[in-house]
């Protein structure tokens, strides 16, 4: 079975610039998840989506942090216009809906770096 | 109240010894308990996990003990190897219907020397 599958891994930009990462989830896993995580720290819920509809958002700085998930399948994360404390790595995850397993299955992540 | 607190942020161990990672979470709404491990370049994943009804679940050489009463949870890593040498996260979610919402401690790096 296929895992959680992210692009690009690695990114550099400058800040006030835009970057976009891209999630495809475990098929058949309803539920999606981006978090943050900041070197030497744990993962910061960001985002959380249920099918194509938004579950969580309440941690995600709308000024600048955008993401979608069209059609209820893949996902976009988009950051406009960034700060150097973007700089983390991004993590998709995704879970099977309605089963409180705790299981999270992560990808390899995004690592941003914001010069 | 949301915050799970994790305990010591590092620690070193010979093989063959045990290591210890402590959390601790203030919100009662919480019902189960999952340790993520996570290697350089990866992402986390499920190790072990516990719902409070049980005082101590065992995986092979990982236990988890669990403390209701006090709000605290530890893993156990018996008979240490270097394999073992990661980034333990403990972490804590509500039973949603709309899938989990994982709430994760800051982490322990964990160094096994051979």
């Known amino acids: 079975e296929a895992g959680v599958a992210q692009s690009p891994r690695y990114k550099i930009i400058e800040k006030r610039q835009s970057v976009a990462f891209w999630c495809n989830p475990i098929?058949?896993?309803?539920?999606l998840y981006w978090y943050q995580q900041i070197l030497g720290q744990g993962p910061k819920l960001l985002i959380q989506?249920?099918?194509?509809?938004?579950?969580?958002d309440s941690q995600l700085p709308k000024d600048r942090f955008s993401a979608e998930r069209l059609k209820g399948v893949d996902s976009t994360l988009k950051i406009q216009p960034a700060k150097l404390e973007d700089s983390a790595v991004y993590l998709c995850?995704?879970?099977?809906?309605?089963?409180?397993?705790?299981?999270?299955?992560f990808g390899e992540g995004s690592r941003l770096t914001v010069l | 109240q949301q915050q799970v607190k994790q305990s010591p942020q590092s620690l070193i161990v010979q093989k063959g010894g045990i290591s210890i990672i402590n959390c601790a979470y203030e919100n009662t709404a919480f019902d189960y308990f999952p340790w993520y491990q996570q290697f350089p370049g990866k992402g986390p994943a499920l190790l072990i996990a516990?719902?409070?009804?049980?005082s101590e679940k065992k995986e092979g050489r990982f236990t988890i003990s669990f403390n209701k009463s006090a709000k605290q949870f530890s893993l156990h890593i018996m008979d240490s190897q270097p394999g073992d040498s990661a980034t333990y996260f403990c972490?804590?979610?509500?039973?949603?219907?709309?899938?989990?919402?994982?709430?994760f401690g800051g982490g322990t790096r964990v160094l096994v020397k051979p």
């Open positions: 972490a804590a979610s509500i039973d949603k219907a709309a899938g989990n919402k994982l709430t």
């Open positions: 995850a995704s879970s099977v809906s309605g089963v409180n397993t705790g299981e999270l299955f």
């Open positions: 516990i719902r409070p009804d049980v």
């Open positions: 098929s058949g896993h309803a539920t």
């Open positions: 989506f249920q099918n194509n509809g938004v579950v969580d």
